[in-house]
């Protein structure tokens, strides 16, 4: 079983194509459940997911983290998936996954690169860049660049690592760094998602690229913590 946890937070405009993309996968539907973690919505969305999600609840813990880490907490799969409420999931997304998992016992994570969902020569090469800068760290064992929207763990070791840490950016490359000390970190080029750009459109995309290292340079501000299953009792 794989359990998909999608953090959402007034997303009633984009959370429909991304669940109903996760109705399409090409694995069965009882092979994997939809959690929905709602971040106090304001809008339709939690209505919305209930009708796709096998769970939606609201989180109680912070940040983005902190909600892909509370759907971790109630998921029921061996592997937890993943994703945000303004993607796009391609249909063999979750077999991808399985057989990764599968094939490798050793392996406690997978993630892959991100494709944008909307058109324009900026943001697909901005995305090329960024996948670039992705296998440059994987292959030359550098770095990960993770991304929270794209990445599955076995359960049992993400809890072990502490999850994810609740802070302002920067948490999806963190857990990587936790995530080798209980096994293989593997960049998977099938394993791929279509990835908003909304908000880099609207705030700018170098504005909003120097906010993300400035803050990921600083330790994700005051909240840098990971969770410990006990804290979650």
């Not at 409420?85 to 997978?110: H, M, N, T, Y």
């Not at 960024?130 to 991304?147: D, E, I, K, Q, V």
Request: hydrophobic share 35%; aromatic share 12%.
């Amino acid at each position: 079983m794989i359990s998909v946890v999608v953090p959402a937070y007034n997303e009633e405009q984009n959370i429909t194509a991304c669940l109903e993309s996760l109705e399409r996968q090409t694995i069965p539907r009882d092979q994997y459940e939809v959690i929905v973690v709602d971040g106090g919505s304001k809008d339709k969305t939690r209505e919305i997911a209930a009708r796709y999600a096998d769970l939606v609840f609201i989180q109680t813990s912070r940040k983005v983290g902190g909600a892909r880490n509370d759907g971790a907490m109630k998921a029921g799969g061996e592997v937890v998936a993943t994703t945000d409420a303004d993607c796009i999931i391609p249909p063999g997304w979750l077999e991808v996954i399985r057989d990764g998992f599968l094939k490798d016992p050793s392996v406690v994570q997978l993630y892959g690169p991100v494709d944008p969902i909307e058109e324009g020569i900026k943001n697909r090469l901005f995305l090329a860049l960024a996948n670039s800068f992705s296998r440059f760290g994987y292959y030359t064992g550098l770095f990960y660049y993770t991304l929270g929207c794209n990445s599955a763990f076995r359960k049992e070791a993400f809890m072990e690592a502490g999850m994810y840490a609740c802070i302002d950016a920067g948490d999806d490359l963190e857990i990587a760094r936790r995530m080798r000390e209980h096994g293989r970190v593997r960049f998977e080029n099938r394993m791929r998602v279509f990835f908003s750009m909304r908000r880099y459109e609207q705030f700018g995309t170098l504005r909003s690229l120097y906010e993300w290292v400035y803050i990921v340079a600083h330790g994700g501000e005051s909240e840098k913590k990971s969770y410990t299953r006990k804290e979650y009792k």
